[in-house]
């Protein structure tokens, strides 16, 4: 059974407008485990947000189901990177760039959590996970 909701009616809206033979419809996502050590780090300092830790699993719960039901054909991938931050001030750019998840009323805690992970390792480290889905007509 596809998950309903707004993600499968898109997904069936943007079927209905492809045309022609080579017409694919495709979605990149964060997939399972993306960002899993990020939110462990933040997980020590506050709690994280449900949604935003759900926000991985969406890909395979929600798209790729609806993927199935509606498309003749599906093709999946998927992309690991690492992402390396050099420095402490590196790190708290991303942070600062992950709001509103990544708490600025909390950005002091963040910054001497991640200054001493960053001393001690050389620098810091987010494995990022994506699911990559096409389909077609």
């Known amino acids: 059974m596809c998950p309903s909701g707004p993600s499968t009616s898109l997904i069936e809206?943007?079927?209905r407008?492809?045309?022609g033979p080579e017409a694919r419809f495709v979605v990149v996502a964060p997939d399972v485990g993306n960002?899993?050590?990020?939110?462990?780090?933040?997980?020590a300092l506050y709690a994280?947000?449900?949604?935003?830790l759900a926000v991985p699993r969406f890909c395979r719960e929600v798209a790729l189901p609806a993927f199935l039901?509606?498309?003749?054909?599906v093709t999946c991938a998927t992309f690991s990177s690492t992402v390396l931050f050099p420095t402490v001030d590196a790190v708290m750019r991303y942070y600062d760039a992950c709001a509103p998840y990544c708490r600025p009323d909390r950005r002091a805690e963040a910054l001497a959590h991640f200054r001493t992970r960053v001393e001690?390792?050389?620098e810091y480290r987010i494995a990022k996970r994506s699911l990559g889905l096409v389909g077609r007509a």
């Not at 994280?48 to 935003?52: C, G, H, L, S």
């Not at 039901?69 to 054909?73: M, V």
């Open 69 to 73: 039901d509606t498309f003749r054909t």
């Open 17 to 19: 407008l492809l045309q």
């Open 35 to 43: 960002n899993a050590g990020w939110f462990e780090d933040l997980a």
């Open 120 to 122: 001690r390792d050389g």
């Open 13 to 15: 809206t943007a079927t």
């Open 48 to 52: 994280v947000p449900a949604d935003v």
